[in-house]
């Protein structure tokens, strides 16, 4: 079992940054696809980056590609999400993901989701 708590959520300006982090804890020394994926209530959740378990691949959605970065550091069982140059559709619940099959984290089918952290984003 992998239990997932993401943080660093909260109000921004249009065109300011932010980092989400997402620590693991359980089962971490498994290899661990990791990624995220956004919701606006009512709405359907969008895949937003993924990143492999080795950290040696990452994608992200073309709405952000360009803007945001998926990263990991294994040692802190940490994963981040680099967000730039923010855009108010980019306001949402960021939700971190984990699977052992990174087609899973991708259509965003994973084991392992976390609670969410709230990102607005103000004009």
């Known amino acids: 079992q992998v239990q997932l708590v993401e943080s660093g959520g909260g109000l921004v300006q249009a065109g300011g940054s932010r980092r989400l982090s997402c620590v693991a804890s359980g089962r971490t020394d498994l290899r661990y696809n990791m990624g995220w994926f956004r919701q606006v209530p009512g709405n359907e959740r969008e895949f937003v980056a993924a990143?492999?378990?080795?950290?040696?691949?990452?994608t992200c959605a073309d709405s952000v590609r360009g803007r945001f970065t998926i990263s990991r550091e294994d040692t802190k069982n940490t994963v981040y999400l680099q967000m730039n140059k923010l855009k108010p559709e980019d306001t949402a619940v960021y939700y971190c993901?984990?699977?052992?099959?990174?087609?899973?984290?991708?259509?965003?089918?994973?084991?392992?989701w976390g609670r969410g952290t709230q990102v607005t984003v103000s004009s």
């Open positions: 990143i492999d378990w080795r950290g040696g691949s990452s």
């Open positions: 993901v984990a699977d052992l099959r990174m087609a899973r984290v991708r259509t965003g089918s994973c084991d392992y």
